[in-house]
């Protein structure tokens, strides 16, 4: 099934955001933009999170035929 839909992969963009990378930003210093390194990271993720679902969705050929039905329906 992921043959042929090669764009959910972005899906485990966040994955890899939050648990997967958790070792390597678990510490206070360095400070980014006043925020304690976790914060910052962990805002970070926040605000990439809806960008790879976004690719996700966008790139999935399900998705774009049933969003080009659904334009059809409505004409």
Do not use: H, Q
């Amino acid at each position: 099934m992921l043959k042929k839909r090669k764009s959910l992969w972005w899906l485990f963009g966040p994955v890899v955001l939050y648990v997967l990378a958790l070792p390597l930003y678990n510490r206070i210093d360095p400070v980014v933009l006043g925020l304690p390194f976790f914060m910052f990271w962990t805002l970070l993720a926040t605000l990439l999170t809806p960008a790879c679902i976004w690719l996700a969705a966008r790139k999935d050929p399900l998705w774009r035929a049933d969003r080009e039905r659904g334009r059809r329906d409505v004409e």
